[in-house]
C-alpha cells in the first residue's frame, strides 16, 4: 500500500466503489468520471505506479488485467460492437492517479483512434 494512493484506498476498502469484479489481485469498478458510456477501470491490489515501474515478475498480473478486461467487456456487451483498452503512463498520456489502470470504454463510436 503506497501513502497517499487513492487507488491503494480503494483496495484497502476506504472508499466506495461501484464495483464491477474482484478477485485475489485484482479489482473492477465504474470510472468515477466516465468519458463512454462504459466506463470501468481494473487495477491489480498491488501498487505499482504506471509502466516505467512494471517489472518481469509483473507479467502475469499484467496479464490478467487485459484478460479480465475483455471478459468484463463481454460481460458488458461490447464484444460485438468492440471497445477500447487504455493505459496511461506520466504526463503526455495525462496519467492522473499513480496506481496501475486499464480503462475499457465503450458503448459508443470513440473518437479518434488513439486519443
Ligand atoms: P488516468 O487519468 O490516471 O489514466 O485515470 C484515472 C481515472 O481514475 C480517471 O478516469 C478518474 O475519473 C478515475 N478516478 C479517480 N479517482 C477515482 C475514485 O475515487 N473512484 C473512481 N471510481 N474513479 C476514480
Ligand atoms: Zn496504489
Same mark, same amino acid.
Given at each position: 500500500?503506497?501513502?497517499?494512493?487513492?487507488?491503494?484506498?480503494?483496495?484497502?476498502?476506504?472508499?466506495p466503489?461501484?464495483?464491477?469484479?474482484?478477485?485475489?489481485?485484482?479489482?473492477?469498478?465504474?470510472?468515477?468520471?466516465p468519458?463512454a458510456?462504459?466506463?470501468?477501470?481494473?487495477? &491489480?491490489?498491488?501498487?505499482i505506479?504506471n509502466?516505467?515501474? *512494471? /517489472?518481469? %515478475?509483473? $507479467? &502475469?498480473?499484467l496479464?490478467?488485467?487485459?484478460?479480465?478486461? *475483455? /471478459?468484463? %467487456?463481454? $460481460?458488458q456487451?461490447?464484444a460485438?460492437?468492440?471497445?477500447?483498452? *487504455?493505459?496511461?503512463?506520466g504526463p503526455?498520456?495525462?496519467?492522473?492517479?499513480?496506481?496501475?489502470?486499464?480503462h475499457?470504454?465503450?458503448?459508443?463510436?470513440?473518437?479518434g483512434?488513439?486519443?
Amino acid at each position: 500500500m503506497a501513502e497517499d494512493c487513492i487507488f491503494c484506498k480503494i483496495v484497502a476498502g476506504d472508499i466506495p466503489i461501484r464495483q464491477v469484479y474482484a478477485d485475489d489481485e485484482l479489482l473492477a469498478f465504474h470510472d468515477v468520471s466516465p468519458q463512454a458510456p462504459v466506463h470501468i477501470l481494473v487495477i &491489480p491490489r498491488k501498487h505499482i505506479s504506471n509502466m516505467n515501474e *512494471a /517489472a518481469a %515478475a509483473d $507479467q &502475469p498480473l499484467l496479464g490478467a488485467m487485459l484478460l479480465r478486461a *475483455a /471478459a468484463i %467487456a463481454k $460481460q458488458q456487451g461490447l464484444a460485438e460492437s468492440g471497445y477500447r483498452l *487504455a493505459l496511461n503512463t506520466g504526463p503526455d498520456a495525462g496519467q492522473s492517479v499513480f496506481h496501475i489502470h486499464l480503462h475499457i470504454l465503450g458503448g459508443q463510436r470513440l473518437e479518434g483512434r488513439m486519443g
